[in-house]
């Protein structure tokens, strides 16, 4: 047993400590699919822990990496470097809902979905849904700026975070931001860390913002016969003052996919689906939806569902929410990439990622939330393919840079797209970025290997 294994185990206890087998496998991979062997992993209930093992790490010259439920689609929770995995999944209290200040204080182990419905319960929201949000955690949410479709609407995890508790290496732990919707005392940490994808501290205790439950809902899922037409749908909503809190859409692939998935037979001549939601007081949401009718006619439509129930919302929204499971079936090697591109890019950068899949004969398939310009670009590939996808990428996100896109709009970048960051930083930004790390890290053991 190594020192610093005998050390956490003395401080911590076995019950926070695991080594065997069975802990170290089940935490050595995340929704990336590769695979890497941490020495331990330890299951911290109070940040008290978290700064426990930290102290141990820093002594011991031993890397530490932050993982919360797995879900990640970069690689971010990977144990690159072995040394120490952080799970937080006995920190998963809800500390605090304070119903007067719309505010709630939570642990990073809080499942996204548990939290969502507890806030409802005093009539209050939480918007941020990222695709996996009935498994993946706050603090994992925070860690990455996780999206979702709501994010249209309603904007991404950030926009509802208000202060952190976080421990840096050394074990010194750091209270970012407050309990105010306004602060602009000092530079705000509190954005640093979001997104920093655990490399500068760990996050231990989240302040998050929430607003007012909306009354109602409404979903309408409209069926193209061209992905083109879905595009030109989708500039149809926004330019007539429509405002969904969700704008979805799916490819001809992607419906495929999730129909055959779910053991469905998908309508023929529908090429591409756009699913709304609306939501506010009924009033509102029958106002849009009357509009909605309006801007289509039936030459332009295969397919206008509408539902308020919501069962019948849950059996709209399930081709959506169904297609991670639905191309996680397929036989080759999926890369997923969540570029964005300004909306008036859509058409322009479709059309390329179709001629690229076509060129480098690979099956590709597109969904995403096309109210933000976020294309989640799923090209398979098979083993002799392979050696093609670091060129079929970087022909990808040249495009994208060059319209004035970004690399990432959601699930950050990781170890799957660290070697193309500086497609998107130019030297000096990237010069900041490690500077910023080295003050929070100077010896590069919290996460190490990740991002840069």
């Not at 603090?139 to 700026?145: D, L, R, Y």
């Not at 480098?360 to 597109?366: G, H, M, R, W």
Request: net charge neutral.
């Amino acid at each position: 047993m190594k020192d610093y294994v005998k050390a956490l185990m003395d401080t911590l206890g076995n019950k926070k400590v695991k080594i065997t087998r069975e802990y170290v496998e089940t935490h050595s991979f995340d929704a990336m699919r590769k695979k890497y062997l941490p020495e331990v992993v330890i299951f911290p209930e109070k940040t008290e822990d978290v700064v426990k093992a930290t102290k141990i790490a820093s002594k011991h010259k031993v890397p530490v990496t932050p993982r919360g439920a797995g879900t990640g689609m970069t690689g971010g929770a990977l144990p690159l470097k072995g040394g120490i995995l952080i799970s937080f999944s006995k920190m998963n209290k809800i500390l605090k809902i304070n119903v007067e200040d719309t505010t709630a204080i939570v642990q990073p182990g809080v499942v996204t979905y548990d939290f969502i419905k507890e806030v409802e319960k005093y009539g209050l929201f939480y918007p941020p849904d990222p695709a996996s949000y009935r498994t993946s955690t706050i603090g994992g949410n925070v860690a990455e700026n996780a999206g979702g479709p709501r994010c249209f609407k309603y904007g991404v995890t950030k926009n509802y975070i208000l202060g952190l508790e976080a421990v840096m290496i050394d074990g010194t732990v750091i209270k970012t931001g407050g309990k105010t919707i306004k602060n602009v005392v000092g530079y705000n940490l509190t954005d640093l860390l979001i997104g920093s994808e655990g490399t500068l501290a760990i996050i231990t205790e989240i302040i998050t913002k929430l607003i007012p439950k909306p009354q109602k809902r409404g979903v309408v899922r409209l069926g193209f016969r061209s992905l083109g037409d879905a595009v030109k749908g989708v500039n149809k909503v926004i330019t007539n003052g429509l405002f969904p809190s969700a704008l979805e859409f799916m490819d001809k692939s992607a419906i495929e996919e999730v129909y055959r998935f779910l053991g469905l037979t998908p309508k023929e001549n529908i090429s591409a689906y756009l699913i709304l939601e609306f939501d506010g007081n009924k009033k509102e949401i029958d106002s849009q939806i009357d509009v909605i009718k309006g801007l289509f006619n039936e030459s332009e439509l295969e397919e206008f569902l509408y539902a308020t129930d919501p069962e019948e919302m849950d059996k709209i929204w399930q081709i959506r929410r169904n297609i991670a499971g639905a191309v996680s079936k397929s036989d080759l090697l999926k890369y997923n990439e969540d570029i964005a591109v300004p909306r008036g890019k859509l058409t322009e950068v479709v059309d390329y990622i179709y001629e690229l899949g076509e060129s480098y004969k690979v099956k590709t398939i597109l969904f995403g939330h096309i109210g933000d310009g976020n294309i989640h670009t799923n090209f398979f590939l098979t083993e002799e393919q392979v050696p093609f996808v670091e060129e079929l990428l970087g022909k990808l996100f040249r495009k994208v840079i060059e319209v004035g896109g970004v690399l990432s709009g959601e699930h950050g970048i990781g170890i799957a797209k660290k070697d193309f960051i500086d497609y998107q930083l130019s030297p000096k930004i990237l010069q900041i970025h490690r500077e910023i790390k080295n003050i929070f890290d100077p010896e590069n053991l919290l996460n190490p290997g990740k991002v840069f």
